[in-house]
């Protein structure tokens, strides 16, 4: 079996541009046990693969730029922009828009809703955790999450606003110039919005689960039938090939087999390999966030889970490690186990409310 995964991991690095996950080591689940009891051992073989992906450790505190420190005068800041709908061009929708506490900071729908009415492309993705990752948006087109902060903003689809005549608009509100001054001890400019909007966003998270009191050790926080679901997630269900690591993403891209027009990471790497793949999502809040996938198309986690154990769809492009270690096989038992699991990983995003503005 090790040799076979070496070769596995042999041929993925010679073949596409973007590298992909290995095949995690089968682990099997905690014997299953109707006691309804809390699990009093954990075996070392599932410590063991924990260990290996980076998962035996909880979340830990957002990173947070040295030149953009959470001031509470920053948050504040941060905060009003989010809210002010005066960040769109026609001045009627801003970032909660799309990014509603009350929605999992997205906005419940399966994609988001265009300037004109119609659909967009793609499902709004949460903004719970976003500061954890390497890059944003689905693509991975912005390097930060001050970046990703402009991009709907200014985007014709999403909030249609240019930035030049934003700076003018907020310098015209009575309040902002002193409120930038305050946070920034600098004057309205690209960089201070971006930086301000980042800033709130990156208190939006959640690591406070049944799944961290686990891993600091209470027994406690997890039943049996989410242990259990834990082993399925590290072993036959394969969900830790991709989420992975503290934030549960590796932060890499993948062709999960949704069969769609979506060029994903190849519209900004223009690399072959990288048609259709999108970053991996954390799973952090992920009872709040429905519906799932970048198109929407799955409305439930059992949905989620159901693609997966068929394999997916029939991408051209889909990844190697679906085509080879899927379908997999899961009992409806083991189906109910893994979602079990999932749900640890809810938790409680904080809720922010619209302040009164400037």
Not at 144 to 173: C, F, R, V, Y
Not at 223 to 236: A, P, S
Not at 247 to 273: H, K, M
Request: hydrophobic share 35%; with cysteine; charged share 25%.
């Amino acid at each position: 079996m090790t040799g076979f995964l070496l070769l596995i991991f042999i041929l993925i690095n010679l073949g596409g541009c973007t590298k992909e996950a290995t095949a995690p080591t089968k682990t099997k689940a905690p014997a299953q046990t109707d006691t309804g009891q809390p699990p009093q051992e954990v075996s070392d073989e599932l410590k063991h693969v924990l260990q290996t992906h980076q998962m035996l450790t909880p979340i830990g505190d957002i990173p947070i730029p040295e030149d953009n420190p959470m001031n509470p005068e920053v948050l504040k800041l941060g905060q009003a922009l989010y809210f002010d709908p005066l960040l769109s061009g026609d001045n009627t929708r801003s970032c909660a828009s799309c990014h509603d506490a009350s929605l999992g900071y997205g906005d419940g729908k399966a994609t988001f809703e265009k300037v004109d009415g119609t659909a967009g492309a793609r499902n709004s993705p949460t903004v719970i955790n976003s500061g954890y990752y390497k890059t944003n948006f689905w693509d991975g087109r912005a390097s930060s999450l001050e970046e990703q902060a402009l991009g709907p903003i200014e985007n014709p689809n999403e909030m249609n606003q240019n930035l030049d005549a934003l700076i003018n608009e907020l310098k015209a509100i009575k309040g902002y110039e002193e409120m930038f001054q305050k946070a920034f001890g600098t004057g309205i400019t690209k960089e201070t919005i971006a930086k301000a909007i980042a800033a709130f966003e990156r208190q939006i998270v959640v690591k406070d689960t049944a799944y961290d009191r686990f891993l600091q050790g209470e027994k406690n926080a997890l039943t049996d039938q989410e242990v259990r679901g834990l082993g399925l997630f590290v072993g036959k269900a394969m969900c830790v090939t991709c989420h992975n690591g503290p934030n549960l993403s590796d932060n890499n891209f993948y062709n999960i087999g949704i069969e769609s027009e979506d060029e994903g990471r190849f519209a900004v790497t223009q690399e072959p390999g990288d048609l259709g793949r999108i970053r991996t999502p954390g799973l952090y809040g992920i009872t709040h966030t429905a519906p799932y996938m970048r198109d929407g198309s799955l409305k439930t986690l059992e949905d989620v889970i159901d693609y997966y154990d068929r394999g997916g769809d029939n991408h051209p492009n889909k990844s190697f490690f679906i085509k080879q270690f899927m379908p997999l096989g899961l009992s409806d038992s083991e189906k109910a186990d893994l979602l079990a699991f999932l749900k640890t990983l809810g938790g409680q995003p904080p809720v922010f409310e619209k302040p009164e503005l400037p």
